[in-house]
């Protein structure tokens, strides 16, 4: 019986959740940050699968977690942007000279039509808005906040929840929205909002690659946040591939 943690919070982890659920040879535990309610409430303790939600303190908390659960692999399906636990991952299961495995989502790559602004990061995407536009902010809530001090452009932030009040941004508007891949509904929504550009991160996935067929169809300036780096570990791209790397390991 090997024992797996699975770094989740990914539409890609919940299905390899399925996928290993009806499995007898393995226990897996799934980790989540527990970042929205509807990730806490989606949780299924089917099969093999059990779930714990919240940090577990910094890699060597991750160190200890993984020592008293006698876990024999890591798999690593978390959202490209989540960095922090990715880092840790790596210092954990390194220092414990444990198997770790990172499903790494494939970028975004602008076409010959987009009108994409690559920034490195959040701030750099803030300094190259242009004043007096209207942008959809489609970043999540966690970050949304700090485009606020643009008091000179407006905003329609989008994300799954609603920002907490006291981070709303006060020259915009909210709608909540979880995207599905569905271009005609992106497109009508830049075009009821008028919206002059589109702010995203780089993460990856076809449900969120609609709004950017969106933004190309209408000739919309796309600013694209690119990734945080990550570490150096062995990589897939997809699911099959990290299954049949675990099922031969
Ligand atoms: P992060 O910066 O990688 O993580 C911050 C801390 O949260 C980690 O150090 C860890 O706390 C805890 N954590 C994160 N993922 C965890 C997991 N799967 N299991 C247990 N603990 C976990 O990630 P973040 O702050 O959650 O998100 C950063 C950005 O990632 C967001 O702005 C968003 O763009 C994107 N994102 C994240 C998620 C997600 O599920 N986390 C989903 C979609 C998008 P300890 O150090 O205490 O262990």
């Known amino acids: 019986m090997k024992r797996i943690l699975l770094l989740g919070g990914t539409t890609e982890a919940r299905q390899l959740e399925a ?10 535990i799934v980790s989540l940050a527990g970042r929205t309610k509807a990730t806490r409430n989606r949780i299924d303790n089917a099969g093999c699968i059990t779930h714990r939600i919240g940090g577990f303190g910094g890699a060597d908390g991750l160190c200890d977690f993984l ?27 390194t220092s414990l000279n444990l198997p770790l495995l990172r499903l790494q989502r494939p970028i975004w790559q602008p076409q010959a039509e987009d009108r994409w602004i690559s920034s490195p990061d959040m701030a750099h995407a803030i300094n190259a808005l242009e004043t007096g536009k209207r942008y959809l902010l489609a970043i999540g809530r966690q970050e949304a906040h700090h485009f606020a001090t643009r008091t000179d452009c407006w905003f329609l932030s989008r994300s799954i929840e609603p920002l ?16 599905d891949g569905d271009v005609f509904t992106e497109r009508e929504i830049l075009a009821t909002h008028a919206i002059d550009g589109v702010i995203c991160k780089n993460s990856g996935g076809e449900s ?42």
């Not at 006698?70 to 960095?83: G, K, M, N, S, W």
């Not at 897939?236 to 049949?244: A, E, F, R």
């Open 19 to 28: 996928e290993l659920s009806s499995r007898s040879d393995y226990e897996v």
């Open 208 to 249: 969120g690659f609609a709004k950017l067929k969106a933004a190309r169809d209408l000739g919309l300036i796309v600013h694209m946040i690119e990734r945080p780096s990550c570490p150096a570990c062995n990589q897939v791209n997809t699911i099959q591939d990290m299954l049949l790397w675990l099922y031969s390991s």
């Open 67 to 93: 020592r008293n659960n006698e876990i024999d692999v890591v798999l690593d399906v978390t959202h490209p942007f989540a960095d922090q636990i990715s880092w840790n991952a790596h210092k954990a299961a």
């Open 164 to 179: 907490p009040q006291y981070q709303q941004i006060p020259n915009g508007e909210q709608i909540l929205y979880q995207p």
